[in-house]
């Protein structure tokens, strides 16, 4: 299978603490993008990538977060001093652009529980 | 991005054909229509996409009118393991401007009955 990856699937963490998470996109798509999902609700857009440049990242929620995508591959999102608030799903998707293809294809999400 | 109203929920018997239309009255002129399943604890799955008129693939069918303000997504002979949340986007093509980042709403929550 030769989807997008997310890593880790599940995460718990105590209030304060950073994490991070990975996501490998599918392989030549050179758009990635992070949404933020809570429950009852669609998934919100975060951030998006063109191959390593991040062209939009004001939707981040705050100045904990950050999200980088280094050489054009994989992506990784980082909450700094996490808060009880963070809880949610954490979803990446890829896409190809100029390829004709107009459709993102998502991974199967990070679910982070902040104590 | 066009701000999209479906109904929040639904419910089907097993074997019957679905139908969920989605109202987007401002939709733009470059503006594509995609539809979305999700299920628990997963990442959102494409189903569909198109322009005007009808597309049809092997899941379902999507009939677009002329004045493109609404859609409506056909899913044949719905089994239990169509039980999902389904979203109906609007946004635009791949034109090379733009960041493409779609913007869902609540969805439509599809529960099909034995």
């Known amino acids: 299978d030769t989807g997008v990856s997310q890593n880790p699937r599940h995460k718990i963490t105590k209030r304060g603490q950073n994490v991070t998470f990975r996501c490998d996109p599918i392989?030549?798509?050179?758009?990635l993008y992070w949404y933020r999902q809570t429950l009852g609700q669609g998934p919100e857009f975060l951030t998006y990538?063109?191959?390593?440049?991040?062209?939009?990242k004001s939707r981040l929620l705050s100045d904990r977060f950050s999200a980088e995508r280094p050489k054009g591959s994989f992506s990784t999102l980082e909450i700094q001093r996490t808060e009880q608030g963070d809880s949610a799903m954490y979803l990446c998707?890829?896409?190809?652009?100029?390829?004709?293809?107009?459709?993102?294809?998502f991974g199967p999400g990070t679910r982070l529980l902040v104590l | 991005l066009a701000k999209t109203t479906q109904p929040i929920s639904m419910d089907s018997y097993e074997g019957q054909e679905v139908n969920i239309t989605c109202s987007h009255n401002?939709?733009?002129?470059?503006?594509?229509i995609t539809w979305y399943q999700q299920f628990p604890s997963q990442g959102p799955r494409f189903i569909i996409q198109?322009?005007?008129t009808k597309v049809t693939n092997e899941v379902a069918s999507l009939f677009i009118p002329a004045d493109r303000k609404s859609s409506t997504l056909s899913l044949p002979r719905v089994s239990l393991s169509d039980t999902a949340v389904y979203y109906c986007?609007?946004?635009?093509?791949?034109?090379?401007?733009?960041?493409?980042?779609?913007?869902f709403g609540k969805g439509t929550k599809l529960s099909v009955i034995p």
């Open positions: 198109g322009y005007k």
């Open positions: 401002n939709i733009a002129t470059n503006d594509y």
């Open positions: 392989s030549e798509h050179n758009r």
């Open positions: 990538f063109q191959n390593e440049a991040q062209l939009e």
């Open positions: 986007l609007v946004g635009g093509g791949d034109s090379g401007a733009g960041s493409y980042q779609l913007t």
């Open positions: 998707a890829s896409k190809l652009m100029g390829g004709g293809q107009e459709t993102q294809y």
